[in-house]
Each structure stands twice: as C-alpha cells, then as structure tokens.
T-cell receptor
Framework: NAGVTQTPKFQVLKTGQSMTLQCAQD?????MSWYRQDPGMGLRLIHY???????DQGEVPNGYNVSRSTTEDFPLRLLSAAPSQTSVYFC????????????FGQGTRLTVV | QKEVEQDPGPLSVPEGAIVSLNCTYS??????FMWYRQYSRKGPELLMY??SSGNKEDGRFTAQVDKSSKYISLFIRDSQPSDSATYLC???????????WGAGTKLIIKP
C-alpha cells in the first residue's frame, strides 16, 4: 500500500546510545518531516525537508540529525540518546507545502532509560 | 500563551449526539486550517482542511473558520463510537507554511 513507512515501531535505548529511525514514502512527495508527540503537547516539528539534499530545523531540533539523499527516504538520527527524548516519533509527507501533512507513518515509540 | 489553544478534554457524549470541537489561535497570518483524527497508537490522519474563512462539509463532518474571531470548529453529526479518537487542529500560513498544532481533544462516544 502507498504511504509512509516507519521502522522500527518500538525501541528501547540506553542513555548515550545512538540510533536511526527510518522513514520512506512512495508517493514522490517533496516535503517530508519528523515530529515528536508528547502527552499534552501535541505534535512538535523536529526537522523537515523540502526536497532531496535540502533539510532545515523545526521547533525542537537539538539532539537530532537528518539527511535527505533521495526523495523517498528521510532518516532521523539520535546522536546520544537522553531520557528527555522518550517520546513517540512520527514521520510525515505532503505534496503541497501550504497544506498540512497528508500522510503520517505509524509512529515509533522510543524509550530511553 | 500558545499560538493555538485546544481543550484537551476528554469530551464524552452519547452516540448520535452532535459534537463540537474547537480551537482558538492568535496569529492572523494563518490561512490554512486542518483537522486531524488520531486513533490510539496510530498516526494522525487528515480529515479536512479549509482555506481562509467559511464552512466546508464532508459527510457527517463540517469544518468552520471564523478568522475575525480567530476561532475554528469541527462539528460531527450523528456521532458514532468509531468516532472516538483524539482530534487535533493545525494551521499554517505566513512565509514558510509550517504547521502549528493544537494539543488535541480526546473524544469519547458512548454507545
């Protein structure tokens, strides 16, 4: 099925470990983004990309890196995990940058201990 | 003060009732207004979007925007237990069109 695919669905990390959350879409969307969702705080933008080779910071970028080497893939890297990064992470994409993201992945539940 | 305010609920109503969900905002540059539905342990899904002021209807759902009051609403008619979810509002505008999100309202439809 077409859409946004995120892996893994669940992950437990120890403080200081690094990892990469994978995100892929097959709709040829230029715009992709990463959000984190915490209770009572809605969705907060971490990083976004408006096309291959172009990325920019969102509201809460510290501790995260991204790259966009292809239109399809937009991985999110946690450099040195901290308990404050315990959250649910969503990748999303859209074809029209003026509108909200039309497609979200299923999410990655990350716990940092 | 947050740019977008949304009552977190929970809002509990009986099946068949009309539901009204609301958001207020402070930035007059917002032009696009979105409503998302999020089931437990799932990603948000885009329900409807509206450009500028006015109403938009899609089946049992009606989105309303009042830019003069900086107030948006989502109405659900003939509510069903399957409508139980968290509803998030989001809006964009200005130079970069980044979405600004409400915190979400948890809706419970009782059979």
């Amino acid at each position: 099925n077409a859409g946004v695919t995120q892996t893994p669905k669940f992950q437990v990390l120890k403080t200081g470990q690094s990892m990469t959350l994978q995100c892929a879409q097959d709709m040829n969307h230029e715009y992709m983004s990463w959000y984190r969702q915490d209770p009572g705080m809605g969705l907060r933008l971490i990083h976004y990309s408006v096309g291959a080779g172009i990325t920019d910071q969102g509201e809460v970028p510290n501790g995260y890196n991204v790259s966009r080497s292809t239109t399809e893939d937009f991985p999110l890297r946690l450099l040195s995990a901290a308990p404050s990064q315990t959250s649910v992470y969503f990748c999303a994409s859209k074809g029209d940058r003026r509108l909200g993201e039309a497609f979200f992945g299923q999410g990655t539940r990350l716990t940092v201990v | 003060q947050k740019e977008v305010e949304q009552d977190p609920g929970p809002l509990s109503v009986p099946e068949g009732a009309i539901v009204s969900l609301n958001c207020t905002y402070s930035n007059s540059a917002f032009q696009y207004f979105m409503w998302y539905r999020q089931y437990s342990r799932k990603g948000p899904e885009l329900l409807m979007y509206t450009y500028s002021s006015g109403n938009k209807e899609d089946g049992r759902f009606t989105a309303q925007v009042d830019k003069s009051s900086k107030y948006i609403s989502l109405f659900i008619r003939d509510s069903q237990p399957s409508d139980s979810a968290t509803y998030l509002c989001a809006m964009s505008g200005g130079s970069n069109y980044q979405l600004i999100w409400g915190a979400g309202t948890k809706l419970i439809i009782k059979p």
